[in-house]
């Protein structure tokens, strides 16, 4: 057996035993102990961010070598960008559980991501023209700000497009609530109607709104809850109106389907201003490709005549 082949086998061995580890540390394998299992059940508590956390009980992602190189870089950003309400803000707008912690950890992984990035470019900038290690210093340094920004973006935009998506489902739940409360159903029968029936962002926020009524708060608080987790105003219009008729025992069906019209004429209204803008881009290719491919083939025949005359 020759220095080489003792080698390989050896290689072989250590890539086998690494994947192996690898396959055991899959979320798959991983068994959730009984804080875990106990923590969403106490709103009070804290649940720390699985991304932070390097305890060999729980197997968490990052290692005990990662993780508090991680946390430092995090608690850096924090302390940079600040913002801490915004960010809870959106992220319950995203339909996500608030953690600052996390999402800044995710801020730095893409920061770093983006390093990788940048590092790469300056790498083939300077193999290939020699450039200065200067440029790829501010290359990665460039890098890493777009990923952290880019990051924070991310978020902005999920929150944006779950709104939308609630939005569009708002006319269909506020007119199944109608019916239900004009069949006799009460407010808080007819909201558990329409959750079993429905699907969609509205309706996951309709059961969690349930979930706190019946967890001991009032309906106006849930309700209230349900209009300060997002950032659509008929939607808060849509709270208050059922507030004020179970406060006051106005008809709450008709304040619902009028509701209902309202969104669909502001959608309406949105989608003919998108017409609108939409128009003044279409005007583009038009004067720009067309409207010259146009005249070169109006005047082509009789420039060519004219040069043939003469």
Excluded at 105 to 125: I, K, P, S
Excluded at 266 to 285: C, S, Y
Aim: hydrophobic letters at 50%; a positive charge; charged letters at 20%.
């Amino acid at each position: 057996m020759t220095a080489l082949t003792r080698v390989g086998m050896l290689l072989g061995l250590v890539g086998g035993i690494g994947l192996a580890l690898v396959w055991l540390g899959l979320p798959i394998h991983r068994k959730e102990g009984l804080g875990g299992r106990v923590l969403p059940y106490l709103k009070d508590t804290p649940r720390p961010s699985r991304l932070l956390q390097s305890t060999t009980a729980n197997r968490m992602v990052m290692t005990p070598l990662v993780g508090p190189i991680v946390l430092a870089l995090s608690r850096g950003v924090e302390r940079v960008l600040g913002g801490a309400d915004t960010v809870i803000r959106r992220q319950q707008r995203a339909g996500r559980a608030p953690d600052v912690e996390r999402f800044r950890a995710e801020q730095v992984l893409a920061g770093a991501g983006g390093a990788v990035l940048g590092g790469a470019v300056g790498g083939l900038l300077l193999a290939a023209r020699g450039a200065s290690s200067v440029v790829v210093l501010g290359l990665i340094g460039v890098g890493a700000g777009v990923g952290i920004v880019a990051w924070d973006n991310v978020l902005t935009r999920r929150a944006v497009r779950r709104e939308a998506r609630m939005l569009q489902e708002f006319p269909t739940v506020a007119e199944l609530l109608a019916l239900a409360v004009a069949a006799g159903e009460g407010t808080v029968g007819a909201l558990e109607r329409v959750c079993r029936l429905s699907r969609g962002e509205l309706a996951d926020e309709l059961r969690r709104t349930l979930a706190d009524a019946r967890a001991g708060a009032n309906l106006p608080t849930a309700l209230q809850g349900l209009a300060d987790r997002t950032a659509l105003p008929s939607l808060s219009r849509f709270v208050d109106g059922i507030v004020i008729a179970v406060q006051r025992g106005t008809p709450l069906a008709e304040v619902l389907r009028a509701q209902a019209q309202d969104v669909r004429e502001d959608g309406r209204r949105a989608l003919l201003e998108a017409a609108g803008m939409k128009e003044i881009v279409m005007m583009t290719p038009v004067v720009f490709l067309i409207l010259p491919v146009t005249v070169v083939f109006a005047l082509f025949p009789g420039l060519a005549f004219l040069d043939f005359q003469l």
